[in-house]
C-alpha cells in the first residue's frame, strides 16, 4: 500500500448497515462538509480490529486513483479506517530518513514515549525511516514543515 494515493476523510459515523453483501458494511461518516459513506468489506484493514459503532470518531483512507460512482452522498471503498481521540490527528504517508514525509507536509520527532509497532501490533525494533507509516498526533509547529512528537507510529510493513 501506497499512503501517498490515498485520501484521508475525518468524521464520527452516523450510521453503521449492511452492504451489498453479508460480509461488506456500509458506515455513513459525517464530516465538516457533510456524509460520506464508505464500504467495508474483508479487504479493509481496521487498526487494532475495534468493532466500528455509531459515535466513534475515526479517520477513513480511500484510493483516490479509483472511479467512484456518481451518486450522493459520495461512496467509497475503505483502504483502511482507524479510530481517534478528541483532537487527535492521523497521516498514512511515506516518511524518508530525515522522517519527513514525502510530500513535505509533516516531519516527525521521535521521543521515548513514541509507541512504534507493526500492522499486526508487535514491537517494530528498528528506525521508521524510508518508509509508509501510519502517523498518530494532536500537535504541531506552526515550522515549514509543521514538526510533531507523534504519540504512534504503525509501521506499513508489506
Given at each position: 500500500?501506497?499512503?501517498?494515493?490515498?485520501?484521508?476523510?475525518?468524521?464520527?459515523?452516523?450510521?453503521?448497515?449492511?452492504?451489498?453483501?453479508?460480509c461488506?458494511?456500509?458506515?455513513?461518516i459525517?464530516?465538516n462538509?457533510?456524509?460520506?459513506n464508505?464500504?467495508?468489506?474483508?479487504?479493509t484493514?481496521v487498526?487494532?480490529?475495534?468493532?466500528?459503532?455509531?459515535?466513534?470518531?475515526v479517520?477513513?483512507?480511500?484510493?483516490?486513483?479509483?472511479?467512484?460512482p456518481?451518486i450522493?452522498?459520495?461512496?467509497?471503498?475503505a483502504?483502511?479506517i482507524?479510530?481517534l481521540?478528541?483532537?487527535?490527528n492521523?497521516?498514512?504517508?511515506?516518511?524518508?530518513?530525515?522522517?519527513?514525509?514525502?510530500?513535505?507536509?509533516?516531519?516527525?520527532?521521535?521521543?521515548?514515549?513514541?509507541?512504534?509497532?507493526?500492522?499486526?501490533?508487535q514491537?517494530?525494533?528498528?528506525?521508521?525511516?524510508?518508509?509508509?507509516?501510519?502517523v498518530?498526533?494532536?500537535?504541531?509547529?506552526?515550522?515549514?514543515?509543521?514538526?510533531?512528537a507523534?504519540?504512534?507510529?504503525?509501521?506499513?510493513?508489506e
Open positions: 500500500m501506497n499512503g501517498s494515493v490515498y485520501q484521508k476523510v475525518v468524521g464520527v459515523i452516523q450510521d453503521i448497515g449492511r452492504g451489498n453483501s453479508c461488506t458494511q456500509l458506515v455513513s459525517r464530516t462538509n457533510g456524509i460520506i464508505f464500504v467495508v468489506s474483508g479487504d484493514m487498526i487494532d480490529n475495534v468493532r466500528l459503532r455509531r459515535g466513534m470518531r479517520a477513513a483512507f480511500y484510493d483516490k486513483n479509483l472511479p467512484v456518481a450522493f452522498p459520495p461512496q467509497y471503498q483502504e483502511l482507524t479510530s481521540r478528541r483532537e487527535q492521523v497521516v498514512w504517508n511515506y516518511f524518508d530518513e530525515t522522517l519527513t514525509a514525502e510530500d513535505n507536509s509533516l516531519k516527525l520527532n521521535v521521543d521515548a514515549m513514541t509507541n512504534i509497532e507493526t500492522k499486526n501490533g514491537r517494530f525494533l528498528c528506525e521508521p525511516t524510508n518508509a509508509e507509516l501510519l498518530y498526533y494532536t500537535f504541531t509547529t506552526f515550522s515549514i514543515p509543521p514538526q510533531t507523534p504519540q504512534r507510529i504503525i509501521v506499513m510493513c
